[in-house]
């Protein structure tokens, strides 16, 4: 079956613009999460959809924003783009029932980079 | 405040000897612990993982071991091999499910 895929692989911004990132979760999957990896933090949570509601919220600025559709598909919206927001965003999927960590599948990323 | 602490960045490793990562946790509240293994470009995947209940799970090559007093987790890989050169991460979990990371470890094996 098809994994979790994330669009675009790789993206070039400028400080200022916004950007909207996508991912699909496995078939039958109703949660996505979203994680930012960059060097020095590791992966830090974003937020949490599931059922096309935002269930759980990490600790970032009020620029990071994102939305699930009918479908289960998510996407991330970042506004304001800055320097430090380039790093590889991972989004992951699960059942979302139960533990949510049981079958978490992580996707291949989107690498963003602002000039 | 980090929550789950991996405070060695790298490790280097002859091939065939034992690789120990280490991972410190201090939220009494997290009672699943999970490793992922990162290689460049890719996503994480899921290595292997443990119940606060258990003190040790394996699964091949791969055993970690909990103890829960010293809020501590280590995964031991024996014998290593240069395909597990990557980025690990210690992860955990509690009964809500979210999952807090660790700033991951890079793993070096040499042949």
């Not at chain 1, 304001?80 to 979302?96: I, K």
Request: proline fraction near 4%; charge should be positive.
């Amino acid at each position: 079956k098809a994994g979790v895929t994330q669009t675009p692989r790789y993206l070039i911004k400028t400080r200022g613009q916004q950007v909207t990132l996508s991912c699909s979760p496995i078939s039958g999957h109703r949660s996505v999460s979203w994680y930012q990896q960059t060097p020095g933090q590791g992966l830090q949570f974003l937020f949490e959809y599931f059922s096309e509601t935002q269930r759980n919220k990490g600790n970032f600025p009020g620029r990071f924003s994102g939305r699930q559709f009918s479908n289960s598909r998510s996407e991330m919206n970042v506004s304001t783009l800055e320097l430090g927001d380039s790093a590889l965003y991972l989004c992951a999927s699960s059942l979302g029932q139960g533990r949510l960590v049981y079958g978490y599948t992580f996707g291949s990323g989107t690498r963003l980079t602002v000039v | 405040d980090q929550q789950v602490k991996q405070n060695s960045p790298s490790l280097s490793v002859q091939e065939g000897r034992i690789s120990i990562l280490n991972c410190d946790y201090t939220n009494s509240m997290f009672d699943y612990f999970l490793w992922y293994k990162k290689y460049p470009a890719e996503g994480p995947t899921f290595l292997i993982s443990i119940s606060s209940i258990k003190d040790k799970n394996e699964d091949g090559r791969f055993t970690v071991f909990l103890n829960k007093s010293a809020k501590h987790l280590s995964l031991h890989i024996v014998p290593s091999q240069p395909g597990d050169s990557a980025v690990y991460f210690c992860a955990a979990s509690d009964s809500l499910g979210k999952l807090t990371f660790g700033k991951g470890i890079t793993l070096s094996v040499r042949p």
